[in-house]
């Protein structure tokens, strides 16, 4: 008897076990890097999902070698157009995570045509995107890059490095969603006068005191000016000629969003006039075949780019501005909690995460 129960206990186990196999859920990941792949291994003990790595971006030119799988994984520069959703959904793919908050590189329209709905991570760490644009503008400002540099060549002085003291100076912040709002209580803390636009005004910003004004009197009033909206058609290019020129003279231009809200060479013309004082970019319209790799022994054949990086007045970062430990992991928490949810019918519970 004894023995037919302990067949029967082995049996049971056995069955759940290739249940448990036979119900893992496949998410394919794109544009890998080491540190995805630390994060999300952790991150998937309290989910039991079933892994690929890519570390090529996924775009037309490879979604045909995809292997079925129940949802894509990508990031900032993977191309998710209407051909490439159209090849996903045949095989079968029921969620597309991004895993970071912009979406402009996802055709919505397409991903709800093929049922396929399409998550984000809203907010993973706001205040990780705010206070890189606060390093970016006491780095052009205080010169600290340089100081550096000359110090460990036992150079000592002080001409070239002049900066200018942050309080007072007035600063405005285009697109006061979460990173925006954090920015501006950064720059309250600073001393300085915060200016605001956005297509929607934030009651609890007014109440701490941030103006908003029409977007035209932002650009003239400010002595900083830092870009905080998604892009969208409506804000492509929102930073070009027109608006530069109506910039205050010498002023600084913080871009930490997505590179499509600059026209770049436009921004070079202001920069050769003398007209804007300083560029700090942290994203760049043409990014994605040089930002999060190693090209230290290619030759760069942007030429935009390389010239951007000859002006001592400008600064690049490589789209670093979210990368904090925190926000690694509420990424990886929120990206794998919204695909679970999906995958079973149900709404994740991070407000905003899903767009379709
Ligand atoms: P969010 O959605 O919380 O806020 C965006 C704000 O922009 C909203 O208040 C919205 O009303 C406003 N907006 C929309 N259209 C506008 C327009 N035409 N003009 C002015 N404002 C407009 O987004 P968020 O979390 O604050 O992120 C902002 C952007 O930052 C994202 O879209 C993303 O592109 C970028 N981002 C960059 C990094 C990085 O590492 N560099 C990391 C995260 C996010």
């Not at 990173?179 to 910003?205: P, R, T």
């Not at 400010?222 to 002023?251: R, W, Y």
């Not at 050769?272 to 300083?278: D, I, S, T």
Request: charged share 20%; proline share 3%.
């Amino acid at each position: 008897m004894q023995q037919i129960m302990m067949i029967a206990v082995v049996k049971i186990l056995h069955l759940k076990k290739s249940l448990f196999i036979f119900t893992r859920m496949k998410i394919t990941f794109f544009s890998t890097k080491p540190f995805d792949k630390e994060f999300f291994i952790k991150g998937n003990a309290n989910f039991g999902f079933e892994f690929t790595f890519f570390e090529t971006h996924l775009g037309p030119h490879i979604v045909q070698a995809v292997e079925p799988t129940d949802a894509i994984c990508v990031f900032v520069n993977d191309k998710v157009n209407k051909q490439v959703i159209e090849v996903l959904a045949e095989k079968g793919v029921k969620v597309i995570a991004l895993r970071c908050a912009g979406f402009n590189n996802v055709d919505l329209e397409a991903a709800k045509a093929n049922n396929i709905h399409v998550c984000r991570v809203p907010a993973y760490s706001p205040e990780a995107v705010a206070e890189h644009a606060l390093a970016m503008i006491l780095t052009l400002n205080r010169k600290t890059h340089k100081a550096y540099n000359r110090v460990r060549e036992q150079n000592f002085a002080l001409h070239g490095l002049l900066g200018f003291t942050m309080k007072g100076k007035t600063v405005g912040v285009i697109g006061t969603g979460h990173i925006g709002a954090e920015f501006c209580k950064i720059m309250q803390g600073m001393g300085c006068h915060v200016i605001a636009y956005d297509v929607k005004q934030n009651a609890s910003l007014i109440e701490k005191g941030i103006e908003y004004l029409p977007l035209e009197d932002v650009l003239k009033q400010s002595d900083i000016v830092s870009l905080h909206c998604p892009l969208m058609p409506q804000t492509h290019h929102l930073i070009n000629s027109t608006t530069l020129a109506i910039m205050k003279k010498g002023a600084m231009l913080i871009n930490t969003s997505r590179g499509g809200l600059i026209d770049t060479e436009a921004v070079i013309e202001a920069l050769k006039e003398q007209h804007l004082g300083y560029l700090g970019i942290d994203v760049y319209e043409q990014e994605e075949k040089i930002f999060f790799r190693d090209l230290s022994e290619n030759i760069i054949a942007d030429d935009t780019l390389q010239l951007l990086m000859s002006f001592p007045n400008v600064l690049v970062t490589a789209h670093q501005a979210f990368f904090t430990r925190e926000a690694l992991e509420q990424i990886t928490q929120v990206t794998l909690n919204n695909i679970n949810q999906l995958l079973l019918n149900k709404v994740p519970e991070t407000e905003g995460a899903v767009m379709v």
